[in-house]
């Protein structure tokens, strides 16, 4: 098919290229001038005729599919979207969640050819396949039947009051915390919550603390806060408390955001004595920490033994500010999580939840406390426990592969993340530029880094989104990669135990 003449835009000064592109395409895409099916310009022929960089076009293009108003198709182009075709979910990454800006420039720059068909070991979201779609329509209709207009109104900004006592009843007997439904705020998520707190803590040069490597969201947030952070590494116990305690005595950060348990990206666990110890500092120097507790629900090796954070926080001098979504454990479009609130921040974590976004879907509020309430949930996470421990064991298992090359992992206790080391001299860009190409996403620890340290060194694998076979096959094809970059030229082809 042909594509489209190029008539040349006027650029202004008012907003970015990209977007002034985009806005220039959504009006024809809009109108139907250019119609469903029909071929957008090529990005380099676009790119020279328009006179900006091929990034900028791509940034447009990443737009438009963002607003499902084209499809991506990895090799043949970008196409304008008339209907939702099966195959564009799977074909576009989800760059977005996964990478920061100069990441995605990183990947675009170099044109990398995705396959559609790619396994994905990069994301930590859950398949939709997993999604409980059926109990939720169930729920819905329930609570459109019981409540009708009352649940499409605007709810309390706090929170759907039902939902709060539920949660509260759930968080004393699977998570040995006692909240009182005064102190919890529902969420549209654990970002959200995150933004929430350090709208509520931070001002602009204020310190806040980040676990180093960590989760790039909330290095996002308190960037957009105008704070500066200050990067801790971790250790086998956890956070560096050596590193810590000297770096708060220096800089009194208000806020620190942390995972307790499997943290994303390196899934390694807080000791006890690496809690009590981050508590002590905090307590010791007035600083609050986000738990953001995305998935301790998945621990495979043993019952749990060491008490979340929030569980061990003084209710005389409370520091922990416990964060928990179910974006990962049930669906991410629910956009439902809760945050409890230490007594003396309550007011100001309630101002900025509503200055945020008035209240979270109080429709989909009411859905969600019938779920829980129906045991649904329970039955739901003892599916996802099972499935997950193993996938987690699949990918145990497949990853001695990769070990016989020279990657080092300490085996995590759960979760959905394996953090490896690679053999000296191999980059994780390099590897994931070459293994994306070839049809395995994983995640380059770049992505998460925080500091000066590149961790260019590192890969993250999850097990979030892909079946049992697919982490046999993609891990197969990492390992061949990998042998094939270390052992240019030769005909050495890396033979997994496990195909
Ligand atoms: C550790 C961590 N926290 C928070 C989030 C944001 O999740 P939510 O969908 O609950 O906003 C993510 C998403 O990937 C995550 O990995």
């Known amino acids: 098919m042909e594509s489209l003449d190029i008539v040349p835009i006027q650029f202004t000064d008012i907003s970015p290229r990209y977007q002034q592109i985009a806005e220039y395409y959504e009006d024809l895409l809009v109108s139907g001038t250019i119609a469903p099916g029909e071929k957008l310009p090529a990005i380099r022929r676009l790119a020279a005729v328009l006179q900006v960089n091929s990034v900028t076009v791509v940034k447009a293009y990443d737009l438009l599919a963002h607003k499902q108003l084209v499809i991506k198709t990895r090799g043949s182009g970008v196409f304008a979207a008339g209907r939702k075709d099966a195959d564009f979910d799977r074909s576009h990454f989800n760059s977005d969640e996964l990478f920061r800006d100069d990441e995605i420039q990183l990947i ?23 999604f409980p779609v059926s109990h939720f329509r169930k729920a819905l209709n329930e609570v459109l039947d019981r409540d009708g207009a009352e649940a499409l109104g605007y709810d309390e900004s706090s929170g759907y009051y039902p939902l709060r006592e539920t949660v509260c009843t759930l968080l004393a007997d699977s998570y040995g915390i006692a909240a009182s439904a005064e102190h919890l705020q529902i969420i549209s998520g654990a970002q959200q919550g995150i933004d929430i707190a350090a709208k509520a803590l931070l001002s ?5 603390v980040l ?36 770096a708060v005595k220096r800089h009194r950060p208000k806020l620190m955001y942390c995972m307790s348990d499997f943290q994303n990206p390196t899934a390694g666990s807080c000791s006890a004595s690496c809690r009590t110890g981050l508590l002590d500092i905090a307590r010791t120097y007035g600083m609050y920490i986000i738990e953001d507790d995305y998935v301790s629900d998945l621990r495979f090796s043993q019952s749990r033994t060491v008490p979340l954070l929030k569980a061990l926080d003084r209710p005389e001098d409370p520091r922990v500010i416990y964060i928990k979504s179910f974006s990962k454990l049930i669906m991410p479009g629910l956009r439902i999580g809760f945050l409890l609130s230490p007594a003396p921040i309550l007011r100001k974590m309630l101002q900025a939840k509503h200055m945020t976004d008035i209240s979270s879907s109080g429709l989909l ?44 992992f300490t085996p995590p206790e759960g979760g959905v993340h394996f953090w490896l080391t690679l053999p000296e001299g191999l980059s994780a860009r390099a590897l994931f530029r070459k293994a994306a190409a070839g049809g395995v996403l994983c995640t380059p620890g770049n992505v998460f880094r925080t500091g000066n340290r590149d961790y260019d060194d590192h890969i993250r694998i999850s097990t979030a989104a892909a079946g049992e076979e697919d982490i046999r096959r993609g891990i197969h094809l990492l390992a061949e990669t990998a042998a094939s970059m270390m052992h240019p030229g030769s005909d050495i082809h890396h033979r997994s135990p496990i195909l």
């Open 211 to 246: 676990e180093d490597p960590t989760y790039p969201g909330a290095a996002a947030v308190f960037a957009s806060r105008g704070a500066g952070t200050l990067s801790v590494f971790l250790n086998r116990e956890g956070i560096d408390l050596v590193q810590l305690e000297a």
């Open 204 to 208: 602009p040069k204020d310190w806040a």
């Open 365 to 408: 509020q009411r859905a969600f406390e019938l779920y829980l309430r129906s045991g649904a949930w329970e039955e739901h996470l003892a599916y996802r426990r099972k499935l997950y421990e193993s996938r987690f064991r699949v990918c145990l298992d497949a990853l001695s592969s990769l070990e016989s090359l020279g990657f080092r």
């Open 108 to 130: 675009h720059g170099t044109e990398i050819d995705i396959p559609a068909e790619a396994i994905n070991l990069a994301t930590a979201t859950p398949s939709s396949d997993l």
